[in-house]
């Protein structure tokens, strides 16, 4: 506790504070049926060269929503630091802050890209790039965020006819009950970018049930 309150982990107790709220930010605002992430979205800087460029491409910038990669930059920048602060401590005294600062920003960056690039196989894709918004209405899928009613919208998994899962803010139809976290839905209708859902048919479930199931063996 004392190394977090030093002047020479200052940087990195910062960083650390920063990652606390934007995570906290980040639940409250899944909570409330939308995501921080998804509004700050994924950015794009195609046509741009240089060193900075080079850079931001090698870590994987556009490949992870900006938010993701904010946070992957901070979290392990403070524990880079920390650990280096801890092992200068127990060997001999913590480093000061203008020298452990970049060090740990030498090692934090090549870990960031190997985590983007992880997390860019395994998150789902929200982007509907290859699939019209309005092919969804019709597909089932399971709520995620929720439970659904006709308050503030929440979240259900779709796969789309590509096999790419797509999150999708979503309400209960009117005078459907609420649906909970784990249900089947169907979608069948969209007002602007969020979808009305329904409690989906049996047979529509085990359908897509056992179409999964075929894709996976």
Known sequence: MHLFLAPECAPFAIAAMILVGLTAIEVLSMLLGFSLSELIGKPHFEGHEGVLAGLLSWINLGGVPLLILIMLLLGIFAVMGFAIQTIADMVWTPLPAIIAGPTALLVTIPL????TRTI???VPRDETYAVDTGDF????????????????????SVKDTHGNWHQLRACAAKGESPLPIGAQVLLVDRKADIFIAVSAPSD?????????MEQRS
């Open 112 to 115: 960031v890209r190997r985590s």
């Open 120 to 122: 860019a196989r395994i």
């Open 137 to 156: 209405v019709g597909r089932t899928g399971t709520v995620s965020i929720g439970p659904l009613d006709q308050g503030l919208p929440g979240r259900v």
């Open 204 to 212: 529509l479930a085990r359908s897509d049930d056992k179409s999964s």
